[in-house]
Nanobody, 116 residues
Framework: QVHVVESGGGLVQVGGSLRLSCAAS????????MGWFRQAPGKQRELVAS???????NYADSVKGRFTISRDNAKNTVYLQMNSLKPEDTAVYYC??????????WGQGTQVTVSS
């Protein structure tokens, strides 16, 4: 059994910053890719950023230069530092972890609201 839990969402003004955290726990031998996705009302879920266990990162064009993904392999944790937030960043942010080379596990999501 694996659990993935996000934290750090909230309400922030345009131009502000937030840091999301996501921790995976349970019977874990390895985690390959960890990623952040988001889903705004009426829109499909989209990839925001991902990072492999080797540290290779990938970002959506819309967040490049503003968001930074990082991970702590010893803690099975991934972070998303979000700067220069825009109203269009408002969404529920989900964490996903590919665990034990078997399955993807999703968190329950955390709301990020950017107000103008």
């Amino acid at each position: 059994q694996v659990h993935v839990v996000e934290s750090g969402g909230g309400l922030v003004q345009v131009g502000g910053s937030l840091r999301l955290s996501c921790a995976a726990s349970g019977i874990i031998f390895s985690i390959n890719t960890m990623g952040w996705f988001r889903q705004a009302p009426g829109k499909q879920r989209e990839l925001v950023a991902s990072v492999t266990n080797g540290g290779s990162t990938n970002y959506a064009d819309s967040v490049k230069g503003r968001f930074t993904i990082s991970r702590d392999n010893a803690k099975n944790t991934v972070y998303l530092q979000m700067n220069s937030l825009k109203p269009e960043d408002t969404a529920v942010y989900y964490c996903r972890a590919y665990v034990n080379n078997l399955s993807n596990y999703w968190g329950q999501g955390t709301q990020v609201t950017v107000s103008s």
